[in-house]
């Protein structure tokens, strides 16, 4: 029985030590409850050695049951069940009491347990770091704060030594404390701590022992709170400390702080160099600024800082020996922890240059103002999306607007339209480069309605904090525009007619073909020539014959359609070109409205003149199939209209081409000639029609060809007058005349006069009168002896130059004669103010004058008007003796013709001029 007391003594004892063991996690309460528990076990022990006593062995089997009972579970498991024990009362009792005293301990086993449960939730859910730890440092419970702070889980830290977690610096400090091989230290403090992933936590720990009656350290409480962020503000605060002191020390501006009293508290180097004091002496003392100079202004800064003002840049003078300076000074109030004003820090800068930079810019800026605004361009600065901010005055003169009114408006507002995308373009560029590389124009209209073409160039100066902006220099090109574009009109139109020229007229063929080619029609180009246009203008002047040509250009054009070409080809040329013609006939009906419109009289120079068009027309694709061949096979189809007499169109024919060739061929020969001199003279003499005297002789042309025999003047000298060869040809024939009027006067057989026609195109030469002197000169001939014959078209269509020419040779004593007299429209006028002496009655009245009245009257006519003018009357083309007869009854003193004498060279005249008359079957008396 005193061992099975013993035992069960030694089982409440195991329950006891079990139930404190529970309840460790608690306060100073868990302590005094497992006394209370520890004395009762040990009463429970006294009572059951007084059970044994008292029962002795009689009582054994039921206790050794009993025994066995507590064997098969736990104490606080234990139930009585009814008379098991009943022969032994005192057992029975035993097992009642234990089944109380089990009761109670399962009562207290769950309220611990709940209290356990309370205890858990709170210490994982406090926002700090706890660590249950044994005597020995060893983590036996973390919460959820101290593994999210040390990066570990709580299966990774139970188990481990706290100094598994310390910074290896932390240990060698720890070593030296109390309580080191445990590695708690009992109080709070800071260290370090080695998180999982390597990185230092910075955490004040704060440590608690809970320990035994006997002052043994069962355990430890251990609280974590992360002070990371404070250590990392306090080296925030100390690196910026040091950059501060570092920016102070390193400052070009002088920077220094003093007491409200004026003590100086702080100098740092800049300070030394700017007043020439070192720290050491200025430090504790008043300011250098604090002088009788600058008393009154630094007195009045301190004083408006320190009633809590911050001044900027004031500007003070400031003496250091001989050298003056001027500072910037700027000054702040230097604050306490709790607000208090307790001195003045000072930012000091020498502006000495800075002024005299600034001066300068002042005068530069005044400069550039004057400049501005007494230039004739336009200065502009705008901003980054176009907006004007500053107009110079000169756009008042050049657009005529206010330049305060522009300010404000966007550029790209005021342009021209059409010029808005690529001004915008440009400036894209001017905004990238800094810079335009030319020049952009653009239109801007005018305060009085009108359109002005600007050119600008620019410079980006956004980044210059003088400007912001981007200036923009402007100048009016419009007169340049002008010009230009009139230059360009001019490289493709006639400067005289203002029509398209040939550059233009052969690209707009061209495109006229291509168009043509599309649609299947035909379209016609026609070469047109004026009539007669040189006549014209070598007799009026060519004032007269421009103002004839601008005449006929703007008859042309109201003779087509709109959408037809009208081209000056060049000289009295002109090119037509008909588009979407039907056929052959529609061409035909715009040549004939052309000639129409030639037909009446242009009055052009005080007179009216009458001229008319020889026109070529060519068809596409018939007679050609580019620009190029339409024109040429258009122009031989002029020529041929020439070569029918005038005023008429022709289509072009390929036997056309034939007639050109001989004609290209004949020029070439008759150029060849004038080169060669294969000229010769026929003489036709002038007879006194009462007597038979061979009074003059007509010198005639003629073309000895050597591949053709001899050419008569009218199939040559049209082309000579065109080609310009006439010049040359008349100056050969007036020598050679004059030669033989010299062989012959030596000879003593010489008539009176040597007659010499002119052309038109000589007349108008400005070198013909020193060409006539020159001849005279060198032949020896007397100017008495030589007659000019011009004929009567030519006459009335002199010009006041021409009129001078003729009056120069008649003074000279060179004899003038009006050939071909009746066929042009004379004015009594223009005959009595030119020098005549002499009129030729044209053969084409002398032909029929015996068998038709009209002609006859004509003549008749002829003869009285040059008696009443008191000229001389020949008569060409006399070929009968009744012609005669008649031309004498009537008055006419001279004749000329077949019925003396076919034109003769001068070997075969030489007897005639011998005899000194002409035997004729009419008798002469």
Not at 281 to 310: F, Y
Not at 528 to 548: A, P, R, S
Not at 628 to 637: G, S
Not at 689 to 697: N, R, S
């Amino acid at each position: 029985m005193v061992l099975l007391g013993l035992a069960v003594a030694i089982i409440l004892g195991l329950i006891a030590i079990r139930s404190a063991e529970g309840l460790a996690l608690s306060d100073a309460s868990i302590a005094e409850h497992f006394v209370q528990v520890a004395v009762w076990g040990l009463g429970a022990v006294v009572l059951t050695g007084l059970a044994g006593i008292l029962i002795g062995r009689q009582i054994v089997d039921p206790i050794i049951r009993l025994n066995q009972k507590l064997r098969a579970g736990s104490l606080l498991e234990f139930r009585r069940e009814d008379q098991e024990f009943g022969e032994y009362s005192e057992v029975d009792q035993l097992a009642a009491t234990m089944q109380e005293l089990a009761a109670t301990l399962r009562t207290r086993d769950d309220d611990l347990a709940a209290s356990e449960e309370k205890f858990r939730e709170t210490f994982d859910l406090v926002e700090i770091g706890l660590a249950h730890l044994d005597g020995r440092g060893t983590f036996i419970r973390v919460n959820r704060k101290m593994t999210e702070m040390l990066g570990y889980s709580e299966a990774e830290l139970v188990g481990q030594h706290l100094s598994h977690v310390f910074h290896p610096e932390e240990i060698a400090i720890l070593e030296a404390v109390p309580h080191a091989a445990s590695g708690i230290v009992v109080g709070s403090r800071e260290q370090r701590y080695l998180r999982r992933d390597g990185t230092t936590l910075w955490a004040r720990r704060s440590t608690i022992f809970i320990r035994d009656e006997l002052g043994e350290a069962k355990y430890a409480l251990a609280a974590i709170e992360d002070v990371s962020q404070y250590h990392a503000n306090q080296e925030t605060l100390r690196t910026l400390n040091e950059s501060l002191r570092a920016i102070v020390e390193n400052s070009p501006l002088a920077i220094y702080s003093i007491t409200p009293g004026g003590i100086v508290t702080l100098w740092n180097p800049a300070a030394e160099k700017l007043f020439g004091v070192r720290e050491a002496e200025v430090l504790g003392r008043l300011s250098p600024l604090a002088t009788a100079e600058q008393a009154e202004t630094t007195l009045d800064i301190r004083k408006r800082v320190i009633a809590g003002e911050t001044v900027h840049n004031v500007e003070i003078a400031h003496s250091r020996g001989a050298h003056r300076s001027i500072l910037s000074l700027s000054a702040a109030p230097l604050k306490s922890g709790d607000g208090k004003i307790i001195g003045v820090l000072v930012t000091c800068a020498d502006i000495t240059g800075l002024k005299s930079v600034e001066r300068a810019l002042e005068a530069s800026e005044a400069r550039f103002r004057a400049l501005s605004e007494s230039a004739m361009d336009i200065v502009t600065v705008i901003d980054a999306d176009g907006v004007i901010l500053y107009q110079s005055p000169s756009v008042r003169h050049l657009l005529g607007v206010d330049p305060e009114s522009m300010i404000g408006l966007n550029q790209f507002e005021i342009i021209h339209r059409e010029d808005s995308p690529a001004l915008r373009e440009r400036f894209k560029e001017l905004i990238e480069k800094g810079t335009l590389d030319r020049p952009v124009e653009f239109r801007v209209r005018h305060a009085d309605g009108t359109w002005r073409t600007l050119e600008s160039i620019g410079k980006n100066c956004l980044d210059v904090p003088a400007i912001r902006g981007i200036i923009v220099n402007t100048r009016d090109v419009s007169e340049r525009r002008a010009i230009q574009q009139r230059i360009q009109h001019l490289a493709y139109h006639d400067a005289l007619t203002s029509l398209p020229n040939r550059s233009l007229l052969q690209d707009r063929v061209a495109q006229a073909i291509s168009r043509a080619d599309r649609g299947g029609k035909r379209l016609a180009v026609m070469f047109i020539d004026i009539d007669n246009f040189k006549n014209i203008n070598d007799t009026l002047g060519h004032d007269v014959g421009d103002e004839l040509l601008r005449e006929v250009a703007r008859r042309l054009s109201a003779s087509v359609r709109g959408h037809d070409t009208i081209a000056r080809q060049g000289g009295d040329e002109f090119i037509v070109l008909l588009e979407e013609l039907e056929g052959q006939s529609g061409a035909a009906r715009a040549a004939q409205k052309i000639l129409d419109a030639l037909r009446s009289a242009f009055e052009v120079g005080g007179t009216k003149q009458h001229v008319s068009g020889s026109i070529g027309i060519a068809l596409y694709p018939d007679d050609g199939k580019d620009s190029q061949t339409l024109m040429k096979n258009a122009d031989t189809a002029m020529f041929h209209s020439k070569a029918q007499g005038k005023n008429t169109y022709h289509f072009f024919t390929s036997n056309m081409n034939i007639a050109v060739k001989r004609r290209a061929m004949l020029e070439s020969s008759l150029r060849a000639a004038v080169k060669d001199g294969d000229f010769l003279l026929h003489y036709q003499p002038q007879v006194d029609l009462a007597t038979g005297k061979v009074v003059a002789a007509e010198a005639l042309v003629r073309w000895n060809n050597q591949s053709g025999g001899i050419v008569m003047p009218g199939d040559f000298i049209p082309l000579a007058e065109e080609t310009g060869l006439i010049n040359e040809i008349g100056e050969w024939v007036m020598r050679e005349g004059c030669m033989q009027a010299r062989r012959w006067q030596a000879g003593g057989i010489a008539p009176e006069r040597i007659a010499i026609n002119l052309s038109a195109r000589q007349l108008g030469d400005k070198g013909f009168l020193g060409m006539v002197k020159r001849v005279l000169k060198e032949t020896g001939l007397n100017p008495g002896c030589l007659e000019l014959e011009i004929t009567e078209s030519q006459v009335m269509k002199q010009a006041e130059g021409s009129i001078q020419l003729l009056n120069e040779l008649a003074d000279m004593g060179i004899h003038l004669a009006v050939d071909d007299f009746g066929t042009g429209y004379s004015s009594l006028s223009y005959l009595k103010r030119l020098p005549i002496s002499k009129l030729k009655i044209d053969q084409s009245f002398v032909r029929d004058i015996t068998v038709d009245p009209n002609d006859t009257a004509i003549v008749v006519a002829i003869i009285s008007m040059a008696r009443s003018l008191d000229l001389e009357i020949i008569a060409e083309g006399i070929e009968t003796a009744g012609q005669l007869n008649l031309l004498r009854a009537k008055g006419c003193a001279i004749g000329q013709g077949y019925y003396f004498s076919m034109p003769l060279a001068a070997e075969a005249l030489e007897p005639v001029l011998k005899r000194g008359t002409i035997v004729a079957e009419a008798q002469f008396v």
